[in-house]
């Protein structure tokens, strides 16, 4: 009886223990997970905004109507919310910043040449802004965009399968912890019946 119930005892505090853990890995995992699918979500959008400024900019610079503008402003204003939200979801890991900072200057390249070139044909200079328009320099920078969109996309998705690992292995020490424990238990109880066949 003395060496059963200290047994007993030690396989439920393990048991609690191990569920404990476990649920606040998979708490932490589910937390990382959600921050990263909303990531990728976010760099997606930022992307298709990206392509509507420049649809909307070209659609301007080929006709002059005006009604091209409302979706490249729109764009505009959905880009700042989304580079907004990337910085606010990396404020504390300096190596995800970085990324962040270098696809920002990238944009930052990027709107600065489309607005030139609507300056320029609000002002009539055709020759400026059929030079820009016809140059390498926009489609460099949007596919530095994408290469940078696509590197924190792919982060994305490894920090993903990393907290779904975690989530694995939690799982695993429950089972494990739960097969344990239940091993302890049986062997208390056999313990204890054995104690009371003695005893009668």
């Known amino acids: 009886m003395a060496l059963s119930l200290p047994m007993a005892l030690l396989a439920a505090l393990v048991l609690v223990g191990i569920n404990e853990v476990g649920h606040m890995r998979s708490q932490d995992a589910v937390r990382q997970m959600s921050q990263w699918q909303a990531t990728r979500g976010t760099v997606s959008s930022l992307l298709q905004s990206m392509l509507d400024a420049e649809t ?20 505009m204003t959905a880009l700042q919310s989304h580079m907004d939200t990337l910085r606010n979801q990396f404020v504390d890991s300096k190596d995800d910043m970085l990324m962040v900072a270098l696809l920002s200057r990238q944009i930052s390249r990027k709107l600065a040449e489309m607005e030139l070139s609507l300056r320029l044909r609000r002002q009539g200079n055709e020759d400026a802004w059929k030079f820009i328009l016809h140059t390498d320099m926009g489609r460099e920078n949007m596919d530095e965009i994408r290469k940078h969109a696509h590197a924190l996309i792919e982060r994305a998705t490894v920090k993903i399968q990393i907290g779904q690992a975690q989530i694995v292995q939690s799982l695993m020490l429950s089972r494990i912890g739960i097969a344990v424990v239940t091993a302890i238990g049986l062997l208390a109880f056999f313990m204890y019946l054995r104690q009371a066949n003695a005893l009668q």
């Open 56 to 75: 909307g900019q070209r659609g301007y610079l080929l006709t002059g109507n005006d009604i091209y503008l409302q979706p490249y402003d729109k764009a």
